[in-house]
């Protein structure tokens, strides 16, 4: 049994850069709506040109460097697991998001 749970760790570790696109990915697409719901709130003073343009920068560079940022920090987390706990958090992290996904989404 231990060969095969080497072989998919190897196999896991191939994809490690995908692994974290796809969990940092999911998690914005769950919880995106409430961060710009919480950013609404802090600008809704703000003229609305200025409301917009803050949009922008906040969808713009704001998401891209969060999102950039948390995939490589993530990966080296990742990275630095033995097989098992690397299987482990892997799989246990994408049934998490699923079970988010159900309870956020109503599928």
């Known amino acids: 049994m231990l060969p095969y ?3 998919f760790a190897c196999f896991l570790r191939l994809h ?3 692994i974290s696109v ?3 990915a999911t998690l914005l697409i769950l919880y995106g709506s409430y961060i710009n719901d919480y950013f609404k709130r802090i600008t809704k003073s703000l003229p609305f040109v200025v409301r917009f ?3 922008v920068v906040l969808c713009s560079v704001g998401y891209a460097f969060a999102s ?3 995939v490589r920090l993530l990966r080296m987390g990742l990275a630095q ?3 098992l706990p690397l299987i482990g958090v ?3 992290s994408f049934v998490l998001l699923a079970f988010l996904a ?3 989404k109503g599928i």
């Open 68 to 70: 950039s940022q948390l």
């Open 90 to 92: 892997v799989v246990g």
């Open 16 to 18: 490690l850069i995908s």
């Open 22 to 24: 796809g969990l940092v």
């Open 81 to 83: 697991l033995s097989d």
């Open 5 to 7: 749970i080497h072989q």
């Open 53 to 55: 343009a803050l949009f």
């Open 102 to 104: 159900k309870s956020e």
